[in-house]
């Protein structure tokens, strides 16, 4: 459904939906996108998502969506809501079913020479080692007591259980656990399905990319993240597995009798909410908390395996090899924290859905190693394109409450990738681009095909040219591994 409503151009990278061109609308949404992206844009109607979600009781400021917006539940994927932290609502919608799916980089010392004619051997390797696909199991044993401790601490257990290095936590977004989760608040059935799923990557959009740092465009920022013109590096996306989405569906279903209960009025019965101040919103906000933690211990605990697989094929130590995180970020989450709201600071809570955080230098949140220079904000791109690294800037902090984009973006549903492309297509296209490829599915393949996804070139292009980011790094694959 093409969406057709009042989309006016405030400059070249900017795009406004204005308040009171729908019922309920509480303030203007913003896209933020080139010219040439709109007619795109318009042609899976989530401008219209990034209008109901101005309708979301306590919402302050604008309601956003990043140049990576496409259709989602409730929210745009690429949508960026904050409201009130104590009068404003909480929508699952603005959070998705995969919470905290995100992105993790680990920088090497090793260039393409020093791998010698193991590319292939490497991601082999890495294929066996990360679990991947769909159902997918991870090769640690847990039962309830350990589940309890994963839900409180995260990427904390894993370290502690000797699944990592201290100083990954540091360069991890919150430490890599939230300290507001309260197991009591996940369900039996949603611990049962994260058990047996821990240190494994799933299927979907997920995957573990062997990249080579191609492009340095910041020298002094790149040699801050430890990344050097020609440098391998390994990029993880997943997020919480199954225990996120039960956690999700259980909530959104507590929401929706809320809402009838109280007679909410709401565009969309799937932007659901509660208020963060209520039973349902407080319950739903600490076991979105405990589903992140999870998350954060998945990719903490990949993180091994990977250091593990080098030191396989490699016959060196990942200590020897330079194998640090260069940092962990989020892009389904919403989290409390503290922002200008017109002219004065206020606690709020900002929900990003397919949208990452992109703090500028001197926040606290970033942690002493970047905090002089500014958050790594980590984009990947599509298979054959690679991943951006990008640093936030001041920009951010002033219109998008410190948030960016969160990868290209889909131009194409999966249905119809699955429908009008082949994958021996795909398989000779990577091939011909020099990229080893091992994936568990043939339908998993073709819902990520290079050619379902946007220009990652103008998606970028604009959140740098709209001042939320600056270019650092560009990463490109010779390995990738799809579930």
Not at 253 to 281: F, H, K, T, W
Not at 310 to 326: C, K, T, Y
């Amino acid at each position: 459904m093409t969406w057709n409503g009042r989309l006016e151009k405030i400059d070249d990278n900017r795009w406004e939906i204005p308040m009171g061109e729908f019922p309920g609308m509480m303030t203007n949404a913003v896209i933020y996108a080139s010219e040439s992206m709109i007619e795109q844009i318009r042609s899976d109607n989530a401008p219209q998502q990034a209008a109901n979600v101005a309708c979301l009781p306590g919402i302050v400021g604008s309601s956003m969506a990043m140049p990576d917006i496409h259709w989602g539940y409730g929210f745009p994927i690429g949508g960026v809501a904050a409201v009130d932290a104590d009068s404003g609502s909480i929508s699952p919608g603005g959070i998705g079913f995969d919470i905290n799916c995100g992105v993790r980089l680990i920088k090497t010392d090793l260039t393409v020479d020093d791998l010698g004619g193991n590319v292939g051997a490497l991601v082999d390797e890495l294929y066996k080692n990360v679990p991947s696909g769909l159902g997918s199991k991870g090769l640690t044993k847990i039962g309830n007591s350990e589940m309890d401790d994963i839900l409180s601490n995260g990427s904390r257990w894993a370290v502690e259980n000797g699944y990592g290095w201290e100083r990954d936590l540091e360069v991890t977004e919150e430490m890599g656990h939230m300290s507001d989760a309260d197991p009591s608040t996940v369900s039996d059935k949603a611990r049962k399905r994260g058990i047996p799923q821990l240190g494994s990557l799933g299927s979907g959009n997920h995957f573990l990319e062997l990249d080579i740092v191609d492009d340095v465009f910041d020298r002094d920022i790149a040699k801050k993240f430890g990344l050097k013109e020609g440098a391998v590096t390994v990029t993880v996306h997943c997020g919480s597995r199954g225990c996120g989405h039960q956690i999700a569906t259980e909530y959104l279903q507590e929401m929706e009798r809320y809402v009838r209960n109280n007679n909410i009025q709401l565009p969309d019965r799937q932007l659901a909410c509660a208020p963060l101040d209520s039973g349902p919103g407080d319950d739903y906000y600490k076991a979105m908390c405990c589903g992140a933690n999870y998350a954060w211990a998945n990719r903490q605990m990949i993180t091994h395996w990977i250091r593990e697989s080098f030191e396989n094929i490699l016959g060196d130590s990942a200590e020897d090899m330079g194998m640090d995180v260069v940092y962990d970020v989020a892009h389904n989450i919403a989290k409390k924290e503290r922002h200008d709201v017109g002219g004065h600071s206020e606690n709020v809570l900002v929900h990003r859905k397919g949208s990452t955080r992109a703090f500028a230098a001197g926040r606290r949140e970033i942690g002493h190693v970047y905090r002089d220079v500014g958050q790594p904000v980590i984009i990947p791109g599509d298979m054959k394109v690679g991943t951006y690294v990008l640093v936030g800037k001041k920009g951010a902090m002033e219109e998008t409450f410190g948030s960016a984009c969160h990868g290209a973006g889909r131009r194409m549903s999966r249905t119809a990738a699955v429908n009008s492309l082949k994958a021996s297509d795909i398989r000779a296209d990577m091939a011909r681009n020099n990229i080893y490829l091992r994936n568990g599915s043939e339908e998993g393949l073709l819902e990520e095909a290079p050619g379902a996804y946007k220009d990652v070139d103008e998606v970028i292009r604009v959140v740098c040219d709209a001042g939320l980011t600056d270019k650092v790094a560009k990463l490109t694959p010779i390995g990738v591994v799809k579930g």
